[in-house]
């Protein structure tokens, strides 16, 4: 027999693979041969666990496709990786290790194992010097918690898994405990771990002694994720590093076309590469995730004063006491907290010259709320006055400490004294526009949240809501027992009352319609609708304070709003605002509602919003020219033609022309004679005029 049809089953693995999966029964001598051969290259791998064993490496897999086949016959196979991961994870030859780890993934995944015993022991792996491993070990637990979840929460295992994570977050490898913990952020970005105890298990991470790990976690609150992974050891560090100085970035880009010629083409190929980075940097961007998890803390207070307390005694850099000023103002904006130490900490940054300050102002006004003492927040905000409200700094500087001031009481009020507010409010004539914008700002913050404190003639014209407006005290409760605004809808009974009287004036209507048909054929019938006054009387125009009080809780207890209603609700309390309070003097112009303004959540914008006009670019002018030419007649040089369709020369066809078509003829163009060479033409001509006659 030749070699070609000789059986080769007992070295064809992956023929013999293949055979067993369509007749297991047929097979199983083969089989079991092959699975005491593992067992003995097992026994041998046991003396020497470094080396790399070939045979050992395809019995192991062929085993793992094979294992739903003969299932009590491997039941210990499962067991002897296991074993075998355990005792020599750090120590094994990579290839080896790795392959080990995917025959237990191809048993799990045939759900011959249970979860936690694997799970468990990929998490320890985490410690081996093995990058591919871990990335590889991280995404299977991610999918595999997954589709564990996927139909139905498993509180059991989600309540082990995470009681183990807890241990490996005080893992003594700061590899190991840094993945665990990218693990519990990836399941939180995914709604799969979105409960308290995953968020209080991540917050203990905050107070890690690694900074790596505790910048991830404090990310994870604030809200995003690193741009790029970190390295988790030297030799990774290594190799970050010799990748980002290959790759530019868009300010060395835009530096380096500042130097030569400026021409069309190095601009759009500027445009491109910074479009080619943007595009990068979007897709290895992590999402942003909500705010939900600074709501699903246990304690916010406490962790917030062990926060406070960790980042009075750190010596990190100043990126990451950053992070930490930031998150606790959240908490303490978010939650109502007090933290009267916090103020003084961040008071010693408010200088100018400081670095980041707009972000530390930013922080300030988030940590400010109507709860917090206002002789705590009086003190800040004086600070914040002398250091940057002075004539001796520029424009843009005075506007950023006003536009800081503007925001913190926006949620104190009552942190502004009314001398140091009276003398903001001299600014409103200041030479400076970004100046004087941001001191109106804090005028009209102030006639509406406490126009007591303003000067008469900078309280502006009386309107409805200034008349409804109480003095604000510390700790007034200002609990309402309707809806505000409510009184301009229409109770119940009126609109009972109108459904009908809408039935009454219809069926009227139509007779009087076939009445007047008789009398007046040809006549026009005059139709009263009863929206042309809605659309200009007030509904509530007339009432006083107490009836339209006594109205709003009327209609607030006897009928359900819909959205339609909170929208009117929402128009008539802006639109009190702008009319004035006396009928007849006139209205102010109407300001249109936002619904989709999302006024709670402070942006690094308002405190850096400098009203300042731009010098023009390139493009500013160019847009400016091309909306100047809209309308206006075809700019044409010289005189035009009467006929725009009749033909034209040939010299003005030429200049349309190939050159090469046309420069035989550049030569020979006619030049001005001088009177000699007239002279010398002539004389030729007659003796060529007489030699012909």
């Not at 021409?263 to 479009?275: F, M, S, V, W």
């Not at 005075?398 to 503007?406: F, K, T």
């Not at 913190?408 to 009020?413: D, F, L, N, S, V």
């Not at 005028?443 to 809501?465: C, F, M, Q, S, W």
Request: hydrophobic share 35%; charged share 30%; with cysteine.
């Amino acid at each position: 027999m030749s070699d070609k049809n000789r059986n080769k089953l007992p070295s064809n693995l992956p023929q013999l693979q293949n055979l067993i999966k369509r007749d297991p029964g047929s097979y199983k001598d083969e089989f079991m041969q092959q699975y005491r051969h593992y067992e003995s290259n097992l026994q041998i791998f046991h003396l020497q666990p470094s080396t790399y064993t070939k045979t050992l490496d395809e019995l192991v897999l062929f085993i793992a496709q094979v294992s739903q086949c003969y299932q009590e016959e491997v039941s210990d196979f499962p067991q002897h990786l296991q074993d075998m991961l355990r005792q020599h994870a750090t120590v094994l030859d990579k290839t080896m290790r790795m392959t080990f780890c995917k025959a237990l993934i191809l048993l799990r995944n045939k759900s011959l194992i249970p979860a936690t015993g694997v799970l468990e022991l990929f998490f320890e792996l985490f410690r081996c010097q093995d990058k591919l491993l871990r990335k590889t070990l991280y995404s299977y637990i991610v999918s595999d918690i997954k589709n564990v979840n996927f139909k139905h929460k498993n509180a059991k295992l989600n309540t082990t898994l995470q009681n183990f994570m807890y241990t490996m977050l005080k893992d003594n490898n700061a590899i190991a405990a840094k993945m665990s913990l990218g693990v519990m952020i990836e399941l939180y970005r995914r709604n799969i771990w979105n409960d308290t105890k995953t968020v209080n298990v991540i917050a203990t991470a905050c107070f890690s002694k690694v900074t790596k790990i505790m910048v991830t976690a404090l990310k994870f609150f604030l809200g995003h994720e690193e741009g790029e992974k970190a390295a988790d050891s030297d030799s990774e560090d290594e190799d970050d590093k010799k990748k980002d100085k290959s790759r530019k970035t868009s300010k060395e880009l835009i530096l380096g076309n500042r130097v030569a010629k400026k021409t069309k083409k190095r601009q759009k190929k500027l445009e491109r590469a910074l479009q080619a980075m943007k595009k990068f940097k979007k897709k290895h961007k992590s999402e942003s995730f909500n705010f939900s998890a600074l709501h699903l803390l246990h304690d916010p207070q406490d962790f917030s004063e062990k926060l406070l307390k960790q980042l009075e005694a750190t010596n990190e850099r100043f990126e990451v006491k950053l992070m930490m000023i930031d998150l606790i103002s959240r908490l303490v904006g978010i939650h109502g907290l007090f933290l009267l130490n916090f103020y003084p900490f961040v008071q010693r940054f408010l200088q100018p010259h400081q670095r980041e300050v707009t972000r530390l102002l930013l922080y300030v006004a988030q940590a400010s709320h109507d709860l917090v003492p206002p002789d705590v927040l009086e003190t800040t905000v004086k600070t914040i006055a002398n250091n940057f409200i002075t004539d001796r700094n520029s424009g843009e500087v005075m506007a950023v400490g006003l536009n800081a001031v503007r925001e913190i009481c926006a949620r104190c009020p009552l942190a502004l004294s009314e001398d140091l507010l009276r003398d903001l409010v001299q600014y409103k004539t200041h030479k400076d526009k970004a100046v004087m914008m941001a001191s109106r700002a804090l005028i009209g913050l102030y006639r509406r949240v406490n126009p007591e404190l303003l000067h008469k003639r900078d309280r502006g014209k009386p309107t409805e809501a200034t008349e409804e407006q109480k003095n604000i005290q510390y700790g007034d409760l200002n609990a309402h027992q309707a809806v505000p605004g409510a009184e301009v809808l229409s109770s119940k009974i009126e609109l009972d009352n109108e459904q009908t009287g809408e039935a009454d004036d219809t069926k009227e209507g139509w007779e009087s319609c076939s009445e007047d048909e008789d009398d007046d054929e040809d006549g026009w019938i005059d139709v009263h609708h009863s929206s042309d006054e809605e659309e200009t009387e007030d509904p509530v125009a007339g009432l006083t304070l107490e009836e339209k009080r006594k109205k709003a809780e009327d209609i607030s207890t006897n009928r359900i709003l819909t959205q339609e209603d909170f929208r009117q609700i929402q128009h008539h309390q802006a639109r009190k605002t702008t009319e004035s309070a006396s009928k007849g003097k006139g209205k102010r112009k109407h300001i249109e509602v936002d619904d989709d303004e999302n006024s709670d959540r402070l942006m690094l914008s308002t405190i850096e919003n400098v009203h300042k006009k731009r010098a023009h670019d390139k493009e500013s002018r160019l847009s400016t020219v091309m909306a100047g030419r809209v309308g206006r007649e075809k700019f044409s040089h010289g005189p035009q033609k009467m006929n725009p369709n009749a033909s034209t020369t040939n010299k003005e066809k030429a200049r349309g022309k190939n050159f090469m078509m046309v420069k035989h003829k550049l030569g020979k163009k006619k030049g001005k004679r001088s009177f000699r060479d007239k002279q010398m033409a002539l004389t030729k001509a007659l003796l060529r005029r007489q030699k012909k006659n």
